[in-house]
């Protein structure tokens, strides 16, 4: 009788430590937003990638930056603004690019033409791909054309202590079955 008992708690110890291990990799990967500007006047095209956690369908949900730049300059976050635009606010920090007023390109905008529920894909903008430019009396968007592809970021390998779980598990499932059929 008490074998079974300790058979019993050995074999839900070990499928424990099986379903924890692999709980540790069913975690949802997250977005990339990568946005692609076409060349506009003396700017080249150029593209900037972002990330979130989950789709951004929410006004002042946010991204935030991987990598990438447009004229040497790229916002931290970039947020869904109430047009069902990705804009950044406040304009980029003078101080690390954009120029304030001047020339260069100071925030970023950009609207894909139907903005359906997002998913994953590509998705086109015509003339709503937009570069902000500050100037004395305000600030203004020249646009261009682009793209903003939206797909699931790789995942990655999973840690050594969860695959140590999963092994662990395997082997005492093992050494369970093992002893059974000696007894047998």
């Known amino acids: 009788m008490q074998t079974q008992g300790v058979r019993?708690?050995?074999?839900?110890?070990?499928?424990?430590?099986?379903?924890?291990?692999?709980?540790?990799?069913?975690?949802?990967?997250?977005?990339l937003y990568i946005f692609e500007y076409?060349?506009?006047?003396?700017?080249?095209?150029?593209s900037v990638t972002f990330s979130a956690p989950d789709f951004v369908d929410t006004v002042g949900d946010t991204l935030t930056y991987v990598s990438g730049d447009i004229?040497?300059?790229?916002?931290?976050?970039?947020f869904l603004d109430s047009s069902n635009a990705f804009?950044?606010?406040?304009?980029?920090?003078?101080?690390t690019c954009g120029d304030g007023l001047g020339p260069n390109v100071d925030?970023?905008?950009?609207?894909?033409?139907?903005?359906?529920?997002?998913?994953?894909g590509v998705f086109s903008s015509t003339e709503t791909a937009g570069r902000l430019f500050a100037v004395q009396d305000g600030a203004f968007y020249r646009y261009t054309s682009g793209s903003l592809t939206i797909?699931?970021?790789?995942?990655?390998?999973?840690?050594?202590?969860?695959?140590?779980l999963f092994g662990m598990g395997l082997a005492a499932l093992?050494?369970?079955?093992?002893?059974s059929s000696r007894r047998q």
Do not use: H, K
């Not at 804009?87 to 101080?95: E, G, N, S």
């Open 174 to 179: 093992r050494g369970i079955r093992r002893r």
């Open 151 to 164: 797909q699931e970021a790789t995942t990655a390998v999973p840690e050594p202590a969860t695959l140590g």
């Open 107 to 120: 925030g970023l905008y950009f609207r894909t033409d139907i903005m359906p529920p997002l998913t994953l």
């Open 8 to 31: 019993r708690w050995a074999f839900t110890f070990a499928f424990g430590l099986i379903l924890f291990g692999m709980a540790g990799r069913a975690q949802a990967a997250p977005l």
């Open 87 to 95: 804009a950044t606010l406040p304009i980029f920090d003078t101080t």
């Open 38 to 46: 076409d060349p506009l006047d003396n700017f080249a095209a150029a």
């Open 71 to 78: 004229n040497g300059c790229a916002s931290a976050t970039l």
